[in-house]
């Protein structure tokens, strides 16, 4: 029997600025409750997922924490990423503790400013928490979510801290390239929220459906490929294990240039972005 034969395959790794490394897909939980995250968490380990995205807008963390601690996996094999909500920006270190109590764990492997809700105009100051937050211990990454070039500039010439990665809505109706250049200067990692787009028709279209069948494979495949080829982290959101598994299959997809091409050139105006200086939790 060889080696790794019964043995799961897991995501390779990214390397963080901070010393920790990301795995290059993960398992979004919205909208799910305590009860539906600890299956569909338990089931994606079984696929190899060890990347986990949660918040505590989303109301599941101690659902998240309840598989981490089922599962039987070794702590540090798994990646736990979290975000606080608008309230902790004066205070992102407690924000930071009442996440992790929530989680009932020791520490959590990333956590990002959810919005930067300039309204309020606080998210320097939970930056500078954050950055703090680290240096404690309690989480072993940070960065920052929906934030826009002009607020990560901000942070980072207050602070002179960079965000390790910022967590945007991106998939080829929107691919948010001047976004993702720009997070390449400063060696950001992109990680891509709603990655299928789903519900806006991008797994139906026509483009989609030729590379993925120009290679044998679905086109949530196809399209979770797109991001993993061009560095960015997908964070897929399924409930069905048979699609946990398709989407984590994607690892073992290879597109030509052109394909990729092909997929960013579905850019949708009528595709809707949450804009991050009108909207935030
Ligand atoms: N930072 C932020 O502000 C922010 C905002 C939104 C979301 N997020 C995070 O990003 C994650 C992903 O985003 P999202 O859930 O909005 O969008 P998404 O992952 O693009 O799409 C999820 C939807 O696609 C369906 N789906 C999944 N795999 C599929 C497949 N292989 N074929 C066909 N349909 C498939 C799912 O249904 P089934 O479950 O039935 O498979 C679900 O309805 C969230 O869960 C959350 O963790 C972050």
Known sequence: MGKNEGMTHLAPRLPLPGGSEIPTIGAGTWPLNDREVTAMCLSAFEVGYRLIDTAENYGNETGVGKAVRESGLPREEIFVTTKFNRRWHDDSVSGVEHNLARLGLDYVDLVLIHWP??????????????VRARDRGLVRAIGTSNFKPAHIDRIMAATGVTPEVNQIQCNPFADRAEERAYHATYGIVTESWA???AGNGLI???VVQQVASAHGVTPAQAVLAWHLQQGMVPIPKSSNPGRLAENFGALGVRLEDAEIEALTELTNPDYRLSDSDAFGH
Not at 119 to 127: E, F, G, S, T
């Open 117 to 130: 809700n300039p309204d309020q105009d606080l998210y320097v100051r939970a930056w500078d928490g954050l």
């Open 204 to 206: 139906g279209n026509p």
């Open 195 to 197: 990655p299928l787009a």
